[in-house]
């Protein structure tokens, strides 16, 4: 079935340290979406990348989409103690969000 | 606009005991979905609707029942709670899947089942 792999786990970075999370779909994905969960929050919607091989940022986020529409990643350039929490992928197929395990981001100031 | 409205935000129960999870939204939207969070598993999607009176089946459906009578409400009943299904349940709305909107999440329900 659909499986969206998520890595890494954990990472924890010094305040101003760049940070990337990468996702790994097992089918084609029609698209893929990004959301934040602050710690004790719920998940938010950051961007969502339709075309292949789409970049997209905003501010220090940058978004990217593989060319076979399989994978895609998040880099946050200098990172600062707003970007805590966790970081997930969401890629839909059928009707049917799959997220990824997420990344569960620490910044140390 | 509230959003999408889950109650309770906590719950504790027994084996066996059987509750309703409340979701709610005022958004009009057409898809609503149940997803399970789990540590180090992700949000794993329960069951899903695409419009009142329709409902699916997600990755992890079993001990769990929906309906959507109305397009607002989307209760999620656990039938015979077990300690498997401790965890954080969070309803999550969209305008439409066919269009590729973005889902708004409650703010969740832990549940403990003892």
């Known amino acids: 079935g659909q499986q969206v792999m998520q890595i890494p786990q954990y990472q924890h970075v010094q305040e101003g340290e760049d940070f990337t999370t990468y996702c790994n779909s097992s089918t084609t994905l029609s698209n893929i979406q990004w959301y934040k969960q602050r710690p004790g929050g719920h998940p938010v919607f950051l961007i969502q990348?339709?075309?292949?091989?789409e970049v997209k940022k905003q501010k220090r986020l940058t978004f990217q989409f593989g060319e076979a529409k399989k994978n895609s990643s998040l880099h946050i350039t200098a990172t600062q103690t707003t970007d805590v929490g966790t970081y997930f992928c969401?890629?839909?197929?059928?009707?049917?969000?799959?997220f990824g395990s997420g990344t569960k981001l620490n910044v140390k100031p | 606009n509230a959003g999408v409205t889950q109650t309770p935000k906590f719950q504790v129960l027994k084996t066996g005991q059987s509750m309703t999870l409340q979701c709610a939204q005022d958004?009009?939207?057409?898809?609503m979905s149940w997803y399970r969070q789990d540590p180090g598993m992700g949000l794993r999607l329960i069951h899903y609707?695409?419009?009142?009176?329709?409902?699916d089946q997600g990755e992890v459906p079993n001990g769990y029942n929906v309906s959507r009578s109305t397009t607002e409400d989307f209760p999620l009943r656990l039938l015979s709670a077990a300690p498997s299904q401790t965890s954080v349940y969070f309803c999550?709305?969209?305008?439409?899947?066919?269009?590729?909107?973005?889902?708004?999440f409650g703010s969740g329900t832990q549940l403990s089942v003892l």
């Open positions: 969401a890629g839909n197929n059928f009707n049917k969000f799959y």
């Open positions: 609707s695409v419009g009142a009176g329709i409902t």
């Open positions: 999550a709305s969209s305008y439409s899947l066919a269009t590729n909107e973005k889902l708004f």
């Open positions: 958004m009009n939207h057409e898809y």
């Open positions: 990348l339709v075309k292949s091989g």
